[in-house]
């Protein structure tokens, strides 16, 4: 593990330590009823996962740990490393420590063979510098109250039940839907180990921000659930009669009726104005479904962020959506090994072979920059004409039509 400054020392957290660790991680990230923090929930990072850096005196001063995530990718999946919990105490900060905390997270994950690492950044402008581009958007819809729908045909046939969500009951059902619904798309991460998922769907009392307890709406066929949501409402009067909003936490639906009637149930709930949704792709079917998506208030936000641990091998585990043989010209300052010549040449069934290259470069460009393509989200030739990416005109076109993928990543919860 990397040292960092004089003074400090890098540990992996022993269990022993685990409620020190978190202590300061609130710190770091004051938040209120976050399950992240909460006592009364598991603590979600496998043994072995939590690392410290530790002060002169003994006491921790700044963590991290990771998630062993499978990362969906166009095609394929990847061995990833999910980085969270970072955060120096206040106290300790502006002494490198952030920057030796990330070298040893990315010296660790190589070692348990994940060849991509994956976080949500609470400060975009700092995960650039550790080369993680952001390789994701997503897209959060405020509607209003019976927001009209285009029709499906199917969706008359569906029935919908709402209970009180019961975490002991219906987390495998939310949980299979989730799974089920995201299957294809990259970034959709599923909620592993158990205990991470546990604390996703927890419902805390101080984290409610005055909403109910969690309800879940299903869609049915007979028996077979089509479709799934998380849901709250908030009582709210205005001059006129109740303003409830609808704050939806999770909606998870297997085909295009189910997602319909799913929708259209959410937004015709009593007693309320305006339904809110969690993160969505920006391709998701709400969106095409829309009659009139004008009164529909939108909120952009960069989504999954990723960053090459081991580019040949991350580069061969995802298809591509035409042949290309292209030498990227390649920069990594973090992980030397990254950086250099690698010929990228992707056969007609989408499949790749990735090796060392003395050919002059086609495309010259940095690792973050190779991470905001990864998925399939981003374009070379909008990063080219940012200056981002140096290239002729056909090799950075080609170059974007091949990294391209057909649905567009996301993953709608954060870790």
Same mark, same amino acid.
């Given at each position: 593990?990397?040292?960092?400054?004089?003074?400090?020392?890098?540990?992996?957290?022993?269990?022993?330590?685990? @409620?020190?660790?978190?202590?300061?991680?609130?710190?770091?990230?004051?938040?209120?009823?976050?399950?992240?923090?909460?006592?009364?929930?598991?603590?979600?990072?496998?043994?072995?996962?939590?690392?410290?850096?530790?002060?002169?005196?003994?006491?921790?001063?700044?963590?991290? *740990?990771?998630?062993?995530?499978?990362?969906?990718?166009?095609?394929?999946?990847?061995?990833?490393?999910?980085?969270?919990?970072?955060?120096?105490?206040?106290?300790?900060?502006?002494?490198?420590?952030?920057?030796?905390?990330?070298?040893?997270?990315?010296?660790?994950?190589?070692?348990?063979?994940?060849?991509?690492?994956?976080?949500?950044?609470?400060?975009?402008?700092?995960?650039?510098?550790?080369?993680?581009?952001?390789?994701?958007?997503?897209?959060?819809?405020?509607?209003?109250?019976?927001?009209?729908?285009?029709?499906?045909?199917?969706?008359?046939?569906?029935?919908?039940?709402?209970?009180?969500?019961?975490?002991?009951?219906?987390?495998?059902?939310?949980?299979?839907?989730?799974?089920?619904? *995201?299957?294809?798309?990259?970034?959709?991460?599923?909620?592993?180990?158990?205990?991470?998922?546990?604390?996703?769907?927890?419902?805390?009392?101080?984290?409610?921000?005055?909403?109910?307890?969690?309800?879940?709406?299903?869609?049915?066929?007979?028996?077979?659930?089509? *479709?799934?949501?998380?849901?709250?409402?908030?009582?709210?009067?205005?001059?006129?009669?109740?303003?409830?909003?609808?704050?939806?936490?999770?909606?998870?639906?297997?085909?295009?009726?189910?997602?319909?009637?799913?929708?259209?149930?959410?937004?015709?709930?009593?007693?309320?104005?305006?339904?809110?949704?969690?993160?969505?792709?920006?391709?998701?079917?709400?969106?095409?479904?829309?009659?009139?998506?004008?009164?529909?208030?939108?909120?952009?936000?960069?989504?999954?962020?990723?960053?090459?641990?081991?580019?040949?091998?991350?580069?061969?585990?995802?298809?591509?959506?035409?042949?290309?043989?292209?030498?990227?010209?390649?920069?990594?300052?973090?992980?030397?090994?990254?950086?250099?010549?690698?010929?990228?040449?992707?056969?007609?069934?989408?499949?790749?072979?990735?090796? @060392?290259?003395?050919?002059?470069?086609?495309?010259?460009?940095?690792? @973050?920059?190779?991470?905001?393509?990864?998925?399939?989200?981003?374009?070379?030739?909008?990063?080219?004409?940012?200056?981002?990416?140096?290239?002729?005109?056909?090799?950075?076109?080609?170059?974007?039509?091949?990294?391209?993928?057909?649905?567009?990543?996301?993953?709608?919860?954060?870790?």
């Amino acid at each position: 593990m990397t040292d960092p400054a004089v003074g400090y020392r890098t540990l992996v957290v022993p269990p022993e330590r685990l @409620r020190e660790f978190r202590e300061v991680a609130s710190l770091a990230f004051p938040m209120l009823g976050d399950p992240l923090l909460d006592d009364s929930l598991p603590f979600a990072l496998p043994a072995g996962r939590a690392v410290a850096v530790e002060s002169a005196d003994g006491a921790i001063v700044a963590t991290h *740990g990771s998630y062993p995530f499978t990362l969906p990718v166009p095609g394929g999946a990847v061995p990833c490393a999910g980085l969270t919990w970072v955060g120096v105490r206040p106290d300790h900060r502006r002494r490198g420590l952030m920057a030796s905390m990330l070298r040893t997270h990315v010296e660790r994950s190589l070692e348990r063979g994940e060849v991509v690492s994956a976080l949500f950044a609470a400060e975009a402008a700092i995960y650039g510098r550790f080369g993680y581009g952001s390789a994701a958007d997503d897209v959060r819809l405020t509607l209003p109250r019976r927001a009209a729908l285009r029709d499906v045909a199917g969706s008359a046939d569906l029935t919908v039940d709402l209970v009180r969500f019961d975490a002991a009951v219906h987390t495998a059902t939310v949980e299979d839907l989730y799974v089920r619904a *995201g299957a294809g798309r990259p970034g959709w991460l599923a909620r592993t180990p158990p205990e991470l998922l546990t604390r996703v769907l927890a419902d805390l009392p101080a984290a409610r921000g005055g909403y109910e307890p969690l309800l879940l709406a299903t869609v049915r066929r007979g028996d077979d659930v089509r *479709g799934a949501a998380l849901l709250a409402r908030q009582e709210q009067w205005g001059a006129s009669g109740p303003e409830y909003p609808v704050r939806v936490r999770q909606a998870s639906a297997l085909d295009a009726a189910a997602t319909h009637r799913l929708w259209t149930f959410l937004l015709d709930l009593d007693l309320t104005a305006t339904v809110s949704t969690p993160a969505l792709a920006v391709d998701d079917p709400l969106l095409h479904l829309l009659e009139d998506p004008r009164p529909t208030q939108r909120r952009l936000g960069d989504n999954l962020w990723v960053r090459l641990l081991d580019v040949p091998a991350a580069l061969g585990a995802r298809r591509y959506a035409t042949p290309v043989d292209v030498v990227l010209d390649l920069s990594d300052t973090l992980l030397p090994a990254n950086a250099g010549r690698w010929r990228l040449e992707v056969d007609a069934a989408g499949a790749a072979q990735v090796s @060392r290259t003395d050919a002059r470069g086609d495309l010259r460009l940095d690792v @973050r920059e190779l991470g905001a393509l990864y998925l399939g989200g981003r374009s070379a030739s909008a990063l080219a004409a940012a200056g981002l990416v140096d290239g002729e005109r056909d090799v950075v076109d080609r170059v974007t039509v091949a990294f391209t993928s057909p649905l567009a990543p996301v993953c709608p919860w954060i870790f």
